[in-house]
Each structure stands twice: as structure tokens, then as C-alpha cells.
């Protein structure tokens, strides 16, 4: 049985209302315990990611705003004598990742009554957000730094949503949504709530129904840390389960002109600073799951990888001309897998997060 609780004084998500944060101590709420996955309670004729809605932790009446998420194709590969596995999930309906906590997370506002909710976002989450928040009849405000991409940018707009255009880093925008909340609009929040990394799971349960075996190591971007935190998750409830019988190693990718996780990892201050970087959707100073995925992961080739700004683009150009059209964010996995072949478990899968035609030069 699981629970969303607070990480500091384990109070309870309260049962109305849509607090982003503990009232009682400004914790995170996340999900407490681990959820008691069984292959018998798949819900095969849901939508998307919601046949595994057992594993929430939410209600399991909640009213299910979807758009297909999840179900992304897994491509068999190999580089430099590796094998490798593609996880696809820029081809979800908003061309990110970003999309299988958005489903829950806008959900779970639908049934709370929510008609009005502000997001912060460099581009892919915002977008994601306002896909499903026009699905659901909420009004989503979405303010994102100046520099966000135009196609992004472009993307929020078309969905309905209203956009304030924030001045400076990515860290301001994150401040000035905050204002907005202390007037008293519902946060909905894809870094601060715990629906990321619920969604991102489902990652995990996909990629064991398509490789009808567990991987050796699993790449994937880190931002605010919730996708790689869902995908380690998922790989431990399935353990936990009986359904595996080992664990990945996995491999947190960032830039390094912002790389606060790796800094934390590796003990090196130089990436802490939020310097330029073309790897947008990955510039987050101050990652809201650091801690809590730095403390998931254990495991002897467990590492946290840094990318230098000159091996982006070739990392994305690399990735097309094997057919796979990815954005700078997502393409950071490129110089990381070259550096880590051979020298940690295969198959390797690594994490596609966001499409190539969300950015531009």
C-alpha cells in the first residue's frame, strides 16, 4: 500500500484543496511505500499509462483525462560493439516525456475541482501541461524565461494557454509563478508534486513488457531528477514484485553548464552554477528530487555524467542520422552512452525525452 506524504513529517496529501507543498513543514509530498505491483491488475483496456493506475497511489475512481500517453516504441540498436535500446518518448503526444505525469497530475486537479492552475516551465512541461489542461477545461498560465525556445513557446500558445514571459534564468520564472500562488492560484507544479515521478514508472513497466528482460544500465537526462527517480522506482517495484530479478545500473545525464546533481554526485562545485546552455529543458539550479535520487542510486556503476556544451549537437546530429529527431535536452545522452560503453552492464536502454523540432538554433 502507498501513500502521497510529505518526505519530512509524513503527513498525509490532504483530502481537498491542492497544495503544492506540506502545509505543516514546506516539505515535498511524495509516494511513500512501494506499490504492489501484479501483472493481474493491469487494466489493459484503459488509455495510455493508466492501465497501471494501480501503482498510483491515487483513487482509483479519479475521472482519467488522457491523451494516449505512454506506449512508446522501443528500438533495438548498437554503437560502438554495445547493444542498445531506444526508449521513444518524444513520440508521445506532445512530443515529450513530460506527458505521462502531466495525465496524472491534471487528474488529479480535474477531480479536485481545480478550474485555474499556474505552471513554470523552459518549454516541454509547460507545453505538456497545456495539452492536457485544454483536455480538462482548465485554464493553465504557464511562465517560462525569455529564452525559451519559439517552438515551444509556440506550442503553449495553441493549446489555450496564457503565457507570462518571465526576464533572466530559468530559477526566475520559478520565482515569479510563486507570486501568483501566494495570491492564491492552485500551483500545478511538475517539479514540486510527486505525479513525474509516479508517471515516470511507467516508463519502467514498458520497457520490461518490450525487452521481455531487464537491462543492464539505463541512460537517461536529469533535470529536476523525477524521470530517472520514476525509472529506478519502477525497476525496484518490480523487484520487489518478483517480476525481475536484478536491478540496472543507471546513468543520469546533464549538461555541464548546469549540473547541479552531477556536482552533488561527484563532489565538484563547477557545476553549480546556471551557466548558458543550449540543453534547456535541463537547466534547473535547483533540482527538487537531488537528494532523493542521489539517495536511489547505490549500485556499483551508478554515476551521474556531466556533458560539455561543444558534444550536444553532435550528439544531436548523431542520433538523426540513425532516424532519431531529438532536441538538445535529450541529445546530452549521446556524448554520455560513447563515454560509458563497455564499461557497464548491457543491454543498455537509454531515454529519448524530448522531439527535435522543439528547438530552434
Excluded at 515516470?200 to 537526462?221: H, K, L
Excluded at 535529450?330 to 522531439?355: C, H, M
Aim: include cysteine; charge should be neutral.
Amino acid at each position: 500500500m502507498v501513500d502521497i506524504q510529505c518526505q519530512n513529517c509524513h503527513i498525509k496529501y490532504p483530502d481537498i484543496g491542492f497544495p503544492y507543498q506540506c502545509v505543516h513543514c514546506g516539505g515535498i509530498f511524495d509516494q511513500i511505500g512501494v506499490p504492489d505491483f501484479k501483472m493481474d491488475r493491469v487494466e489493459s483496456d484503459l488509455p495510455g499509462i493508466w492501465r497501471f493506475r494501480h501503482t498510483f497511489g491515487i483513487s482509483p475512481n479519479i475521472p482519467i483525462i488522457s491523451l494516449g500517453e505512454g506506449n512508446t516504441p522501443l528500438i533495438k540498436d548498437e554503437v560502438d560493439h554495445c547493444q542498445i535500446a531506444w526508449k521513444l518518448e518524444y513520440l508521445n503526444p506532445t512530443s515529450s516525456h513530460k506527458d505521462r505525469g502531466s495525465s496524472i497530475l491534471v487528474s488529479f486537479l480535474n477531480e479536485r475541482g481545480v478550474s485555474s492552475a499556474a505552471e513554470d516551465s523552459s518549454g516541454n512541461a509547460g507545453a505538456s501541461f497545456a495539452a492536457y489542461a485544454a483536455r480538462a477545461g482548465i485554464k493553465a498560465t504557464i511562465f517560462i524565461p525569455a529564452g525559451a525556445s519559439g517552438p515551444k513557446r509556440n506550442q503553449i500558445e495553441a493549446y489555450g494557454a496564457e503565457i507570462r514571459v518571465i526576464p533572466g534564468l530559468r530559477s526566475a520564472a520559478a520565482e515569479a509563478v510563486k507570486t501568483e500562488v501566494q495570491q492564491g492560484k492552485a500551483y500545478a507544479s511538475h517539479a514540486c508534486l510527486p505525479f513525474g515521478v509516479i508517471g515516470s514508472m511507467t516508463t519502467t513497466f514498458e520497457i520490461i513488457s518490450q525487452m521481455n528482460t531487464t537491462p543492464g544500465s539505463v541512460i537517461s537526462p536529469i533535470g529536476h531528477g523525477s524521470l530517472l527517480l520514476g525509472i529506478i522506482r519502477g525497476f525496484k517495484v518490480l523487484k520487489y514484485s518478483g517480476d525481475i530479478r536484478q536491478i540496472p545500473a543507471f546513468i543520469g545525464v546533464q549538461a555541464s553548464a548546469c549540473a547541479p546533481i552531477w556536482a552533488k554526485f561527484t563532489h565538484d562545485e563547477s557545476g553549480l552554477q546556471e551557466g548558458h546552455t543550449i540543453a534547456e529543458g535541463v537547466r534547473v539550479r535547483n533540482p527538487v528530487w537531488a537528494e532523493t535520487l542521489l539517495s536511489e542510486m547505490t549500485g556499483r556503476f551508478d554515476k551521474i555524467i556531466a556533458v560539455k556544451e561543444e558534444n550536444i549537437i553532435s550528439g544531436r546530429n548523431n542520433l538523426a542520422k540513425r532516424g532519431l529527431f531529438v532536441e538538445p535536452s535529450s541529445a546530452i545522452v549521446w556524448d554520455a552512452l560513447k563515454q560509458v560503453a563497455g564499461k557497464v552492464p548491457e543491454p543498455i536502454v537509454v531515454i529519448l525525452t524530448g522531439a527535435g523540432y522543439k528547438y530552434k538554433n
